[in-house]
């Protein structure tokens, strides 16, 4: 406690991010559901070009190794960076609406998804008008919910680990749930979706996406029906940019128009230059993104396989990670053995799923590793 505090400083209790180690590259690191593969190519390559903007050279002929040797050259190229971006993230956005096909004026750019989240608490949901959740889902909501006083009421969850939908049906106030949810790996179908929309044709219904790009339906495609749907996704999952901080979201006009007056009394200028170029070659390089979403989906399989030969249990998985149990073994002792063995995973202390493990998928390689480390730690225990 600082005297400096104010009340609300001193009585938050902020998000717990997993365990960023200093040097990534010396842990089996499958804590905080990033991708395992690197972006596509054509992002870095964005990025140099972005750099390179205002010269007249040619990034490609330039190479590192004149960038490593010329002063003058190393001033000239990133003189773009003086200058503010573009507000709107125009270049992004456009990508975003060719893909999705969707209009400008549907389409709204955070500097991660985690921003617009919280764009949303201050837009949509205050003291008098409560929002909710299921219990079991991103710890974020609460921490937003608290700071920004929004009361949010936690919908228990129903035979473990599924959201309770006749639960939120039957209650008031806005509602935010991610599709497939986390950390419970689990979907809603969106038929599921569309009662909960039609429940609350006068409050907003945020539908985090941040995993729907390994199962379950978007509800992007509800978009025309329903003016009370805010869509959010991000970039830093399937499409490997969590370094970079990109994240959108889709819905009506007047919703985004909600998100762009508090980003305007926030920060004018929520991603930077090169987050913007990144973000726009990354949603247009289908081909690669559909690739390593490909390869994650197989090892998904492979190691949900393998876990369960060893005794886990866990739900179908509709995400980039599983959420695993074992009947004769504690959760956090496993988590603990494997952080001796320099392999992160997640482990949550908290009520109904402190016997859990959340597993991101890694590579192949990474998983056979994990796998033969729990077959020791399990045999030990
Ligand atoms: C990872 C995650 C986010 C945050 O994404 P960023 O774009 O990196 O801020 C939001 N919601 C859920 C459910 C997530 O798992």
């Not at 299921?134 to 228990?156: H, M, N, Q």
Request: charged content about 25%; proline content about 6%; overall charge negative.
């Amino acid at each position: 406690m600082s005297r400096f505090w104010n009340t609300k400083t001193r009585q938050i209790e902020p998000y717990v991010a997993g365990e960023q180690p200093g040097n990534p590259s010396e842990w089996i690191k499958l804590n905080t559901n990033e991708n395992p593969y690197p972006p596509s190519p054509a992002v870095t390559e964005a990025i140099m070009n972005e750099l390179y903007a205002g010269t007249d050279m040619d990034s490609e002929k330039v190479g590192n190794r004149v960038l490593k040797v010329s002063n003058t050259v190393l001033r000239e190229v990133g003189d773009v960076l003086r200058f503010y971006p573009n507000p709107d993230a125009d270049d992004f956005l456009e990508a975003i609406c060719e893909r999705f096909s969707l209009r400008r004026e549907q389409v709204f750019a955070g500097n991660g998804s985690d921003e617009i989240l919280a764009f949303s608490f201050i837009a949509f949901w205050d003291r008098d008008r409560p929002v909710m959740a299921p219990a079991v889902s991103y710890s974020f909501y609460p921490v937003y919910a608290d700071i920004f006083d929004i009361p949010l009421k936690r919908v228990p969850m129903t035979n473990g680990l599924e959201v309770d939908v006749d639960g939120i049906i039957s209650g008031d106030g806005g509602v935010v749930i991610a599709n497939p949810n986390a950390p419970t790996s689990v979907a809603l179908t969106l038929h599921d979706i569309r009662r909960i929309l039609d429940s609350r044709r006068n409050e907003v219904v945020l539908v985090d996406e941040a995993y729907i790009d390994y199962g379950g339906e978007s509800a992007i495609t509800l978009l025309p029906e329903y003016e009370n749907l805010l869509v959010v996704r991000t970039l830093s999952k399937s499409y490997s940019l969590a370094g970079m901080r990109v994240g959108f979201a889709a819905g009506s006009p007047e919703l985004i128009e909600g998100l762009r007056r508090v980003r305007d009394s926030f920060n004018s200028y929520p991603l930077d230059r090169l987050a913007i170029a990144a973000g726009a070659a990354a949603i247009r390089d289908i081909d690669y993104f559909e690739e390593s979403r490909e390869m994650v989906l197989s090892t998904r399989a492979r190691t949900a396989a393998e876990l369960c030969s060893l005794g886990f249990r866990m739900p179908d998985s509709s995400t980039n990670f599983l959420f695993v149990t074992h009947p004769d073994h504690a959760a956090k002792d496993i988590f603990m053995h494997l952080r001796e063995r320099k392999m992160l995973v997640r482990y949550f202390n908290k009520p109904d799923i402190d016997n859990y493990l959340r597993i991101t998928i890694g590579t192949d390689k990474e998983m056979d590793l994990l796998v033969s480390a729990l077959k020791e730690i399990l045999a030990e225990e």
